[in-house]
């Protein structure tokens, strides 16, 4: 590839589990978060568009939208008019981070906490 980070895009390998549990969206986000946090996709990079993203792996807009959503509001990727979706600066760390809040949220719930409990047991530790 060539030019400037910022035009540059990636091609990334997205599966989905119709039977698990975990919503579409997410399944999207979690796995473009992790190519995000070991360094499959740098900063700067644009993300495929969400149109496209849904018509490759089969899901609806909407659904790739909200992924894209969530990755934005975790501070991963900015979303850019007539740009799409491109990786923050910061976003390697963070996203590393934010895994491990995922993984911490998905153990805490599988012990039976609630929302709130969780909240309790996180902010008595900062």
């Known amino acids: 590839m060539t030019g400037s980070k910022a035009s540059r895009w990636v091609v990334i390998l997205i599966r989905i589990d119709t039977s698990s ?3 579409l969206y997410e399944q999207i986000a979690a796995q473009v978060r992790a190519a995000i946090a070991d360094g499959g996709i740098e900063p700067g990079v644009r993300l495929p568009a969400a149109q496209e993203l849904a018509s490759a792996i089969g899901v609806n807009l909407h659904t790739v939208l909200r992924a894209y959503a969530r990755l934005r509001d975790a501070g991963l990727i900015e979303l850019r008019p007539r740009r799409g979706a491109v990786v923050c600066d910061i976003a390697p760390a963070r996203a590393g981070l934010v895994e491990q809040v995922r ?7 599988g012990q039976g906490l609630s929302g709130a409990e969780i909240l309790e047991l996180v902010g008595g530790e900062l």
Not at 103 to 109: G, K, T
């Open 21 to 23: 549990a975990e919503p």
């Open 103 to 109: 993984l911490l949220v998905e153990a805490a719930r």
